[in-house]
């Protein structure tokens, strides 16, 4: 495969429940963000990591938990989220952390919160 | 802070129309200016970029020039076709580490 993957692709989830987001990049990529695209509101950007390392957190609820283990994934961990969090959940790379640099962006995991 | 300011969709164009998606923003300093596309059930896609004023960014047949003095980022095309049916978004990168993204706008071209 080539370029960035999500998964799952869709998922619905009750308010008490556990989750988790997958991200994989196969660009060779050191930075990778996470967005949260709302129906009639701009993109989000909820975090940003380079070299595996966080560098931005834009005020996102604790409910919300990113990790990335290695330059190539990323995971977005979920609990007890309200029904105002469904949304399309954007992953991106870019080479570096500049944000000059082009993002490519994966196909988004369509979340729904019951 | 950075804003981008689009004009509100949806806009509906029959094939072979010329397109124009305004973009004006705010931002301090020189940012960088974006156009993504989104097309249905995909992630965004970037289409062109500028990085200093009057500098134009072209692809596909998608052209839209950096103005400063308006601080604008026009996207255009001459000749729409079906397939370019998606949702566009103009973006800057300023002072902030971030994208910041305007909200869109919806673009339906019949045949």
């Known amino acids: 495969e080539t370029g960035v993957t999500q998964t799952p692709r869709h998922l619905v989830m009750g308010m008490t429940n ?3 987001l997958k991200c994989e990049q196969h660009l060779g990529h050191n930075a990778m963000y996470w967005y949260k695209q709302s129906a009639k509101k701009p993109l989000e950007l909820m975090f940003v990591y380079s070299l595996e390392e966080r560098v931005e957190n834009n005020s996102v609820p604790s409910r ?3 990790e990335c283990p290695n330059s190539s994934h990323l995971f977005l961990h979920l609990h007890t989220l309200q029904p105002e969090d469904s949304a399309l959940y954007l992953c991106a ?3 570096g952390g500049a944000t ?3 993002q490519y962006f994966g196909p988004g995991t369509r979340l729904l919160v019951l | ?5 689009q004009m509100e969709g949806p806009v509906t164009l029959s ?8 973009c004006t923003y705010t931002a301090t300093g020189y940012p960088s200016l974006f156009w993504y596309v989104q097309y249905p059930g995909e992630g965004l896609q970037l289409l062109l970029k500028a990085t200093k004023a009057d500098d134009k960014g072209s692809n596909k047949g998608f052209e839209a020039t950096y103005r400063k003095e308006t601080t604008s980022f026009h996207l255009e095309k001459g000749s729409v076709q079906v397939s370019d049916s998606a949702v566009y978004f103009c973006a800057l990168s300023g002072s902030a580490r971030q994208l910041t993204f305007g909200s869109g706008t919806q673009l339906t071209v019949l045949p």
């Open chain 1, 64 to 66: 919300f938990s990113p």
């Open chain 2, 1 to 5: 802070g950075d804003s981008v300011t």
């Open chain 2, 15 to 22: 094939e072979e129309a010329f397109l124009t998606i305004n």
């Open chain 1, 93 to 95: 790379s870019s080479r």
């Open chain 1, 100 to 102: 000059q640099e082009t």
């Open chain 1, 18 to 20: 556990k989750k988790s």
